[in-house]
């Protein structure tokens, strides 16, 4: 029976169906088993957080496929596993409602002030100034997408359904279609500015202070991709301006392996800014999309333990692990 060996805690009912299938280690909860110990027979890893190396791989001779549990594979040695014969997957679109409903949650809850107003209510403060929790709608806003994947896709829907005007700026689209706009003219007309591209160095720090103060006074910034797009320095300072309405932030430029480090108060100092809103990397993480995402990763491993091809490979082993 092959060897499935799960990294981080996954839907309950995707481990039950790996163990109709296949022997199961699991490196979390009671009785955690890390990977060193069975590295020996894992012929499988569904890999939802964490590093897996070249020198990992060396140490799991059966090894024949990597199952992120996700979009991202940065944290994947995936050349190194290509010459070693080892598939790597991933799940793209998995998740994507849930993370597009996730930047609406931003969006409404910093638009309507929601957490200033819960903590003053809360101190028993909530009928003493009612004009400073005013708020916005959305509808005849403009909504602005940096980049346009799945998730973009999405979020676009929803801010349509929601009246608003969409705009994008993303180079992999058709110049010529009339929603589809430079950057600079996206940063200067969106009243809500998403991320929805990858971390490559061409976008690190994207949304930099430059960029910033080309934003539209009062705009909302909502990033729900990688942490790195967002020089949070500038952010902040321009939180503490005033010139941003507010932002959401589901990722870190601290986070390591899709977890948060604790962040030094002169980089984001969180506590000052009321208009910010920081949420530990959760926007994917619903019932419904841990399901979905899970039984596929789990799909790809049966289909390459039973000697076929992965649906969603990442990389292409030029001569796959054969046992």
Not at 91 to 119: K, W
Request: aromatic share 2%; charged share 20%; with cysteine.
């Amino acid at each position: 029976m092959p060897h499935i060996h799960i990294s981080s805690p996954i839907h309950p009912a995707v481990v039950e169906a790996a163990r109709a299938r296949a022997e199961v280690s699991l490196a979390y909860g009671p009785g955690a088993v890390p990977l060193d110990a069975v590295a020996g027979r894992v012929d499988a890893v569904l890999l939802r957080s964490g590093a897996f190396t070249d020198e990992m791989m060396a140490g799991c001779p059966r090894l024949r496929i990597i199952a992120r549990h996700g979009v991202g594979t940065d944290t994947v040695d995936s050349p190194a596993a290509a010459r070693r014969g080892i598939w790597v997957t991933n799940t793209p679109g998995g998740n994507s409602r849930a993370v597009a409903e996730h930047v609406f949650a931003l969006t409404l809850a910093l638009g309507r002030r929601l957490t200033i107003a819960s903590d003053e209510t809360r101190r028993g403060r909530w009928a003493e100034d009612r004009a400073a929790l005013n708020g916005i709608e959305l509808e005849g806003r403009t909504l602005g997408l940096l980049g346009m994947g799945n998730i973009g896709a999405i979020v676009a829907d929803i801010g349509r359904a929601l009246g608003m005007t969409v705009i994008v700026a993303d180079p992999a689209l058709d110049q010529a279609l009339p929603h589809v706009v430079p950057l600079d003219e996206l940063l200067a007309r969106a009243d809500v500015l998403s991320l929805h591209v990858p971390l490559l160095p061409a976008t690190h720090h994207i949304i930099d202070a430059a960029a910033l103060v080309r934003m539209k006074p009062g705009a909302i910034l909502i990033n729900t991709g990688r942490g790195g797009l967002v020089d949070e320095t500038a952010l902040a300072a321009a939180l503490r301006a005033g010139h941003l309405g507010g932002a959401g932030l589901d990722v870190l430029e601290a986070e390591i392996a899709d977890m948060v480090a604790p962040m030094p108060h002169n980089r984001l100092p969180i506590a000052e800014l009321p208009n910010l809103i920081v949420t530990p990397h959760v926007a994917g993480q619903t019932d419904e999309a841990l399901m979905k995402v899970g039984m596929t990763a789990l799909a790809e491993i049966a289909a390459v333990l039973a000697g076929g091809r992965p649906t969603h490979p990442v990389n292409a082993p030029a001569t796959p692990f054969q046992p």
